[in-house]
């Protein structure tokens, strides 16, 4: 069973960046499709990108583009998420998990994805 745990996440205020990360066991990450959610307090969990096993982005959340990039440390079977520019509106849970059909829904449907990570708090505040 494929398996994912996130780190990094923590405090920074408005305009700040940090890098979440997403360790993978159980098979090869470069082989596969990372999606990227995120649940608010009080709010449904959303999409914010997913990135396919070529390197392309499929955005869930527009107010992320140009803000958050993904990058793979193939080393450490790792994706890491660099979130730029951060807003109060960015607080939330995050989690990593991996399309059910390893391909990037168009959509950012939960179903459609199969292991999930516990999740890592991120919080902008000033």
């Known amino acids: 069973q494929v398996q994912l745990v996130e780190s990094g996440g923590g405090s920074v205020q408005p305009g700040g960046s940090l890098r979440l990360s997403c360790a993978v066991s159980?098979?090869?990450?470069?082989?596969?499709?990372i999606g990227w959610f995120r649940q608010a307090p009080g709010k449904e969990r959303e999409g914010v990108l997913c990135?396919?096993?070529?390197?392309?982005?499929?955005y869930y959340a527009d107010s992320v583009k140009g803000r958050f990039t993904i990058s793979r440390d193939k080393t450490k079977n790792t994706v890491h998420l660099q979130m730029n520019s951060l807003r109060p509106e960015d607080t939330a849970v995050y989690y990593c998990a991996t399309p059910r059909l390893n391909a990037c829904p168009a959509r950012d449907t939960r179903s459609l994805f199969g292991s999930w990570g516990q999740g890592t708090q991120v919080t902008v505040s000033s």
């Open positions: 990135f396919s096993s070529s390197g392309g982005y499929t």
């Open positions: 159980r098979f090869t990450l470069n082989d596969y499709a």
